[in-house]
């Protein structure tokens, strides 16, 4: 069998694992480090997380993703935008967030207390049926409220709370960018110390460049 047509089979196989059903539709070509996904799916958030998969595997070096999003027919702007607000409202910190859509694009307006109720607000839009992509304004309003001192005890005290060594994550703060080093046991481990970085108040970004234990 040759690289690429067994590299592929990697990746139909990991598809079919991981996302059943949906990945009936996804069809895949890979040449040289390169893979091409195309097809039809339902929304945004089934297209990324088929990229976001794809991109775990080693050989793997770049994605060009032209999944098309399926929406049973022509879906209005305006119907878009209503199932986006309702995706929202079920959530009370997000609830009160703008939401305005352009062609299937969402454009996402107002202010949240973390970068993790942001990332949320922009997961959420992305499940629902009709958007194509999403755009965030929304303003994180912890910014610079709290100083980095602070922002790294309580990261700190979270990784201790979720049973993380926190000897073995070193944890850097300037200007309420969060950097992540260090070795943890498992990949569950990488996001829960990402999620509690995004969780704190005052942090914008974080850089998570942890690796899994051998």
């Not at 992305?126 to 912890?142: L, M, P, R, T």
């Amino acid at each position: 069998m040759l690289e690429n047509e067994r590299i592929e089979n990697k990746i139909k196989e990991l598809l079919e694992r991981e996302v059943k059903e949906l990945s009936l539709d996804v069809n895949v070509r890979y040449s040289n480090g390169h893979v091409t996904l195309y097809g039809i799916v339902d929304t945004l958030s089934e297209k990324l997380a088929i990229e976001n998969l794809v991109s775990k595997i080693d050989e793997v070096k770049s994605i060009e993703n032209c999944l098309t999003i399926s929406t049973d027919g022509t879906l209005e702007d305006k119907e878009a935008e209503q199932n986006v607000i309702n995706k929202l409202k079920n959530h009370p910190k997000l609830s009160s967030l703008g939401v305005e859509v352009q062609r299937g694009v969402a454009i996402l307006k107002g202010k949240v207390d973390t970068l993790k109720e942001k990332r949320m607000a922009m997961k959420l839009a992305s499940e629902a049926f009709g958007i194509k992509d999403v755009v965030s304004h929304i303003e994180i309003d912890s910014l610079y409220k709290t100083d980095d001192v602070t922002i790294n005890n309580r990261i700190q005290t979270e990784l201790v709370n979720n049973n993380l060594d926190k000897n073995d994550i070193r944890v850097n703060v300037e200007n309420g960018s969060v950097t992540l080093n260090g070795f943890v046991n498992s990949l569950k481990d990488v996001e829960i110390a990402q999620e509690i970085a995004e969780g704190i108040e005052g942090v914008r970004n974080v850089k998570n460049f942890l690796k899994i234990r051998n």
